[in-house]
């Protein structure tokens, strides 16, 4: 075998990458001078007659916002050039994926793992029901094990999921075990419910395959996972590149098109560099169980809630902490029979956005953790800089608006140009690829659909973006007086808004729109204000309509009905039974009707 564990023939065949010191050095170069240059820009058209203190706090706040933008345009510049010119983008960037062919032996004891709290239990068993029934069909169900760890604290829920484990062993016990397990005290949120499972059966599996409520994987996803962690000890988390289900709600549907043409270019391009040192998700995942157990173990955090205490965001920190043990956290950087549902209402997506915000800024407490590697620490701030950089952007806005020094125009333009296009980078370089092959085009619509889509998903995010910021920094400004977000069952199916819900969580928004918009009109030094605020004032005035007319089943109905936004799997869902279920919610809609 070859030193990256390819097969001789395929190591001759497959054109190799720079060695991954070298890509990580490159990209941070290239990253660092970007935004140098961005700053340089930003510096020329702020401080025309010499530097000022307004001038300078909004050339501070602006750095902060760049390192999401840079990151994510070189990703996708590089996801491109994989794409367009090696044969095989994702076995060059993840060699572990061209190591199994599919009929090797499995030979390792496999927990499946679904962690629950307060969820939709027929939801939970209609997804539990397909995934399980192709694993026994694959005839190596014997190999794993059901465990249904549920936090659930409502008692009527709790037991009805002790039927829907009862009914999973009456169904599926001799081919493939159930356990259920409900704590009465769920401490440490999700990460918890897994650090007690590691405890009590964790050392009689090998692995451990982790679901979310709204996880949904096929079997053959299931065995690859198994096969590459048999094939390759030092793996010690695999992480499958899990995209959206197809949705009836307008908003999950236009939120996850948007997503799915991103993510390809944005994964391949962060796994060129990242290498071994990946990202984990939290789901739909595999996890070798006894380094783990021994070395994942969450602090608990000092201080008090909402930055102290039990750990949100568990999933970055136990990837790094897998890695300071020595074992490699690994993407697989291919759509590959692996999905999640989105949140189906902007309300939901907030509520989620928050608890992640919360989480991410939790590891201000963790700066001084010892033994990391520099990826892995630059990773941790970067969870940091994606909630710091939201505040920032707007006390970039306000102050610009506030200051009344001399400002050159066309150097802002070029900013703004540049900074669009760089923020939209990965879902236009994903474009480009669909457009480009037939096949693709065929499986999301064909190109007038498809261009159609991207524009809609464009004006959605340019509308929805200003919505969550000032959510967000609303959010962080009340951390430090206690402000803290649950965690509480996602809504999962677009039913709609009513006018008063989204008036109660919308008014601040709309409040800060009306006054955004007038105070543009008022000083506004010219058209560069005017191009970067009319998308930010539109969005907050309408918020609360925005987000009742995309969470209205209507809405969702007829995209549906003419094809936009639409994702592969509803035209070509996995051959299973109960696949129409899942995958073509509109025709399961129009049933039930």
């Known amino acids: 075998m070859t030193p990256d564990n390819t097969p001789p023939d395929a190591a001759r065949s497959r054109p190799r990458l720079p060695s991954l010191r070298a890509r990580r050095i490159g ?3 290239l ?7 961005l700053l340089a820009l930003m510096a020329g058209a702020t401080f025309p007659a010499g530097p000022d203190p307004l001038g300078l706090a909004m050339l501070a706040l602006f750095a902060l916002t760049l390192p999401w933008t840079t990151i994510g345009f070189w990703n996708a510049v590089i996801g491109l050039a994989l794409m367009g010119l ?8 993840a060699p572990h994926l061209r190591t199994v062919v599919g009929d090797e032996p499995i030979a390792s004891r496999t927990a499946v793992a679904i962690c629950i709290r307060n969820e939709d239990t027929a939801r939970v068993s209609r997804n539990l029901h397909w995934m399980l029934d192709g694993l026994v069909a694959t005839g190596e169900s ?3 094990h059901l465990y249904v760890l549920s936090d659930s604290d409502d008692p009527q829920i709790a037991a009805q999921e002790e039927a829907l484990a009862a009914a999973l062993s009456e169904r599926f016990g001799a081919r493939l075990p159930v356990t259920y397990r409900r704590r009465e005290r769920g401490r440490g949120f999700k990460a918890g419910n897994l650090r007690d499972f590691c405890e009590r059966w964790g050392s009689r599996h090998e692995a451990m395959i982790v679901l979310d409520a709204d996880s949904v994987m096929t079997p053959a996803a299931m065995l690859r996972l198994v096969r590459v962690m048999q094939a390759h000890p030092e793996i010690g988390i695999l992480q499958t590149l899990a995209t959206g289900l197809p949705s009836a709600s307008a908003f999950a549907r236009i939120f996850q098109f948007g997503m799915r043409l991103g993510m390809r270019s944005y994964t391949l391009g962060a796994a060129s560099w990242q290498g071994d040192c990946g990202p984990y998700w939290g789901h739909n995942a595999i996890i070798r169980l006894a380094p783990f157990t021994e070395h994942c173990h969450l602090p608990v955090l000092p201080g008090r809630p909402p930055l102290g205490g039990d750990v949100l965001s568990h999933d970055q920190l136990e990837a790094v902490l897998m890695r300071r043990a020595g074992f490699e956290v690994r993407v697989l950087p291919e759509e590959d029979g ?6 189906p209402t902007l309300l939901e997506f907030i509520r989620r956005d928050l608890r992640w915000c919360q989480g991410n800024l939790q590891y201000l407490r963790l700066r001084g953790m010892s033994g990391l590697l520099p990826v892995s620490r630059c990773q941790l701030w970067l969870a940091i800089a994606m909630y710091i950089g939201t505040p920032a952007w707007l006390g970039f806005m306000l102050l610009g608006l506030i200051r009344q020094g001399p400002f050159r125009a066309d150097l802002g333009a070029i900013v703004l ?3 669009l296009l760089m923020s939209f980078a990965p879902k236009l370089a994903t474009l480009v690829d669909v457009l ?3 096949r693709l085009r065929a499986a999301f619509g064909g190109a007038p659909r498809i261009v159609a889509g991207a524009l809609l998903e464009t004006l959605f995010t340019l509308l929805i973006v200003p919505i969550c910021a000032v959510s967000v920094t609303l959010f962080v400004i009340g951390l430090p007086f206690g402000r803290q977000v649950g965690w509480a069952a996602q809504l999962r199916d677009a039913d709609g808004i009513p006018f008063g819900v989204a008036l109660r969580r919308l008014w601040p928004h709309t409040l ?4 955004f918009a007038g105070w543009l009109a008022q000083v506004a030094p010219g058209a560069l204000w005017l191009g970067i605020g009319t998308p930010f004032a539109l969005g907050l005035v309408g918020a609360i309509p925005l987000a009742m007319f995309t969470a209205h089943p209507a809405v969702g109905r007829a995209l549906g009905r003419i094809g936009l936004c639409r994702i592969p799997e509803e035209v070509r869902p996995p051959a299973a039974a109960g696949s129409a279920a899942l995958f073509r919610p509109f025709a399961a809609a129009a049933t039930t009707e």
């Open 31 to 37: 990253v660092i001078l970007t935004a140098g240059a």
């Open 338 to 343: 692996s999905w999640e549902e989105n949140p």
């Open 27 to 29: 990209f941070a170069l």
């Open 512 to 515: 800060v729109g009306l006054a």
């Open 436 to 438: 480009a092959r037939p």
């Open 86 to 93: 090696a044969r095989d983008p994702e076995g060059l960037v």
């Open 417 to 419: 140009a540049v900074t």
């Open 142 to 144: 014997r190999w794993f």
